[in-house]
């Protein structure tokens, strides 16, 4: 089912100021949210993953000790950054845990720009986006495959979003197992 907007799906080539556009949002977010709520704050996603292709929207993970307090913020973090109150679970990866509270989150989207995840802290979830994205950022060869995979994708699912999920989604599958291996040899811990 292409999505009600109907635009197509576009992974573009990696753009060094996606790290600079992650900052810029991070300084806003603390400012808007500061407080000790906030544990960290991590750019996350492919964008945040050197020469990795893809959508030209920055992914960023805000890891909290629960959420209590989240569940006040205002609807609008930032200007058109708007909680999306439908979107409060994760994909779960095949044979992970499936108990709930480790893939709940919390997520705002401005679906040009910015997803904000919202995740807590030691949950599966949280862990997962780090380990995710440090995998790729050793691994150029996997990195490399899965810009491939996701261009590849959106050639042919073009506009039609749960297609490029229904596909994609597995693969991550695959890649976090691969990152899971890795982390233990490699001794991996979150930053």
Known sequence: MAPADGKQLVIADY????????????????EQLDGPVL??????????????AAKDLIDVQITVAHFDEVDEW???LLPGLLRRP????????TGAPI??????????SDP??????????GRLNQRYALLFR?????????????GQLKRSLAAVARSDRESYYAVKDPACDLIIAAAEHWALRVGWMPA
């Open 15 to 30: 753009d060094p100021a996606w790290p600079t556009r992650f900052l810029d949002i991070s300084r806003r977010l603390r």
């Open 39 to 52: 544990l960290r704050i991590d750019h996350i996603g492919s964008t945040a993953v050197p020469a990795l």
């Open 74 to 76: 205002p609807d609008e």
């Open 86 to 93: 439908g979107k409060t679970t994760d994909h779960v990866p």
């Open 99 to 108: 108990d709930p509270a480790e893939w709940t989150k919390r997520y705002w």
């Open 112 to 121: 040009e720009r910015v997803h904000l995840h919202v995740r807590e802290q």
């Open 134 to 146: 440090d995998y790729l950022r050793a691994d150029p060869s996997a990195a490399g495959a899965y």
